[in-house]
């Protein structure tokens, strides 16, 4: 009880900080689009641009640090035998519990230079997406200022979760996530051929070592209702460059984690783990026809708003992975990563960020941050008081979830019944990019 008390006081801190960046972000009009402070002199500018990138290399060096220094633990313990088995001729997916796709194994190679190394680049990658998404080109006239940028950067990208997921366990789901969000901002900053068929690789890098980045390629691909036929051919070249390489050094079991992820049982975060160790129900083989139906059902809602890739994205995934059997904590790590470039783009082009909304999304993530934070205190859940967390953990998190879905596409709704009754240019829609 102790532990958890501790947990929540951390929590409860970090969401201080978290309102406070709400108040700050508020002062943010999203119907105010003139330029920051044109009487800003070039030297000035110059002189907080050093002082931000002083600041990132300061914590990049930090964030490295506490990599180093908490050693091999939680998954990567498993990732060190597979890479293990690599550099030794062998095969990583026969006898062992790799779900993770060929740029995975690929990291085997870096392990070889030093055993820490990956986690390390891990770290510094996090580091760095979130430092491109917190201060970042938007495509747009951002309105928000370098102090909502710094603090967006402080309250996602620092966050007990962020730091404890890459910087503590190094959980390689900083590949997938962080593919996610370059790809996502590659679409919507710059818009051109380029930047879809850089895009489209980004992201089938991320789907080379875990398979979800598939989840929001509709997203990126199917804009303004049209195919982004530049951004799918950079996406299957790379796919099938990477799968190639894979299918010709390991054969057929570079298939194998499709089938591995098929099998796994309930986890976590998951609502059928909840009735499996509960309610002693098992269910777990309805999560699949329920993501089925979770990715149609939103999908047809967003294209029949014409929703933009920024929500489509963001709203996608978050249906999706609620649906998921293994719900391991560090797969929600794409929300920590996305939502500076998120916030910062909805604030400056659109009236869908609302209080609601912001406090619904606030309890959310804080109950990850505060999940996580019991999770490494206690050191996983195993014993203890904290069992109880880890069995029941998902009914408080689906609440959490349901609300904030709720009031997510009553937002999207609301907001797009506005910008059809206002003439174009008065009520930004939510088509944000043209």
């Not at 900080?17 to 709400?22: K, V």
């Not at 895009?199 to 997203?219: D, E, H, R, W």
């Not at 804080?366 to 019991?374: D, H, I, K, P, S």
Request: positive net charge.
């Amino acid at each position: 009880m102790i532990i958890t008390a501790i947990a929540a006081g951390l929590a409860v801190a970090w969401l201080m900080q978290g309102l406070w960046c709400l108040l700050q972000l508020q002062r943010s009009s999203p119907y105010q689009h003139q330029p920051a402070n044109t009487s800003t002199n070039s030297s000035a500018t110059a002189s907080a641009n050093l002082a931000t990138i002083s600041m990132l290399a300061l914590l990049g060096s930090l964030t490295i640090a506490v990599a180093y220094s908490s050693g091999t633990r939680h998954d990567y313990t498993a990732y060190t035998n597979q890479w293990e088995i690599v550099l030794g001729g062998g095969n990583p997916w026969i006898g062992t519990d790799n779900a993770y796709g060929p740029l995975h194994n690929a990291m085997a190679w870096v392990y070889g230079l030093n055993h820490l190394l990956p986690k390390g680049l891990f770290a510094l990658l996090h580091v760095a997406t979130g430092a491109i998404s917190s201060f970042g080109s938007l495509g747009i006239n951002d309105t928000t200022s370098r102090l909502q940028k710094s603090c967006l950067f402080a309250f996602f990208v620092l966050s007990p979760y962020s730091l404890i997921t890459v910087g503590v366990y190094a959980n390689n789901d900083i590949l997938p996530a962080a593919a996610m969000v370059l790809a996502l901002m590659g679409v919507v900053a710059f818009n051109n051929r380029i930047s879809s068929l850089a895009s489209g690789s980004l992201l089938a890098i991320g789907v080379l070592s875990k398979f979800y980045p598939l989840i929001i390629l509709p997203s990126l691909a199917f804009r303004q209702r049209k195919l982004d036929w530049a951004l799918l051919s950079g996406f299957l070249a790379t796919l099938l460059l990477g799968g190639s390489l894979a299918y010709w050094h390991w054969g057929h079991s570079a298939l194998l984690p499709l089938l591995f992820a098929s099998s796994r049982s309930s986890k976590d975060l998951s609502i059928f783990h909840f009735t499996s160790k509960v309610l002693g129900a098992q269910l777990d083989s309805f999560s699949l026809p329920l993501m089925v139906v979770a990715f149609a059902a939103v999908s047809w809602f967003l294209h029949s708003r014409n929703v933009n890739a920024v929500i489509g994205s963001i709203v996608t995934f978050a249906a999706v992975l609620s649906f998921y059997k293994v719900g391991h904590q560090q797969f929600f790590l794409f929300f920590f990563l996305v939502s500076p470039f998120a916030i910062r783009y909805l604030l400056s082009c659109s009236t869908i960020f609302t209080p609601k909304l912001a406090s619904a999304f606030l309890l959310w993530i804080g109950f990850l941050n505060w999940y996580q934070l019991v999770f490494q205190l206690t050191c996983g859940m195993w014993e203890g008081p904290a069992t109880t967390l880890r069995y029941w953990g998902a009914l408080p998190f689906l609440a959490l979830s349901a609300g904030l879905a709720t009031t997510t596409m009553r937002s999207i709704a609301a907001n797009n019944g506005r910008s059809r009754q206002h003439k174009k240019g008065w009520i930004p829609s939510l088509n944000c990019r043209p």
